[in-house]
């Protein structure tokens, strides 16, 4: 069964080419469209200030992630993790970038963007012109976002795995059978054959002949004789 990869990241800037650095990952597993539990996060040393602009987003200070380990500690973990899984990225460019400058200047290849699905495009493509925001499509999709208060790489992950599987159509597509499976009902239906009793014919009686015309009689305006006018 298809394995995919959620995937965030949260970062002290916007571009790693001028000095921003990721400070947490956040990933979430799903095989055949359906959440496994499994899950990999971390939080990341960026060896540098936090910019109160960043700070605000996602409330991690430089004080408290001195105390956790740098890229190079974590990488072969997060590697391992996402093996060769398909990458789910709300917008897959601004992660993908971050996350390859760390691993090109820690001597690993890039991952490709090809192995990515970016849900900001689907969302764009599913309803053209509404907003595509993570919070927005949460609120689309009436997903539950009273636990957050800030953005989170783990907690947002868990957000998208949720949008994503309701972009690909929702939970109803897992009530879906696949060929395979349609054969396999099919293979075990049991065929009952019912026998019938034929109808049987009464005859009726004179009097009751008489009485029905006596009712028919004392109706005004019945509505067979309306219709046949």
């Not at 987003?57 to 997060?78: C, I, R, T, W, Y």
């Not at 012109?129 to 689309?140: E, H, V």
């Not at 109808?199 to 309306?226: C, D, N």
């Amino acid at each position: 069964m298809k394995r995919e990869i959620v995937l965030d990241t949260e970062t002290t800037g916007l571009d790693p080419f001028t000095g921003h650095r990721i400070v947490e990952i956040g990933c979430v597993e799903l095989i055949g469209g359906l959440r496994t539990g499994a899950s990999f996060h971390t939080y990341l040393n960026p060896e540098r200030d936090m910019p109160p602009e960043a700070f605000r987003v996602h409330g991690l200070s430089a004080e408290f992630l001195s105390g956790h380990p740098v890229f190079s500690q974590k990488v072969d973990e997060f590697l391992e993790f996402i093996a060769d899984s398909t990458l789910v990225i709300h917008n897959a460019a601004f992660d993908m970038k971050f996350i390859n400058f760390e691993l090109e200047k820690h001597g690993f290849s890039a991952i490709s963007m090809e192995r990515s699905i970016d849900t900001v495009m689907m969302a764009r493509k599913k309803f053209p012109g509404s907003p595509a925001s993570l919070d927005a499509l949460c609120k689309r999709f009436n997903i539950d976002l009273s636990g957050r208060t800030k953005h989170g790489a783990l907690l947002d992950a868990e957000l998208l795995a949720e949008v994503y599987l309701d972009l690909c159509g929702g939970r109803q597509s897992m009530l879906l059978l696949d060929t395979a499976s349609q054969q396999a009902v099919a293979d075990n239906t049991i065929s009952v054959t019912r026998s019938c009793r034929e109808a049987r014919v009464f005859p009726v009686i004179e009097q009751e002949e008489e009485a029905h015309k006596a009712m028919l009689a004392r109706l005004k305006s019945p509505i067979w004789l309306e219709e046949a006018n």
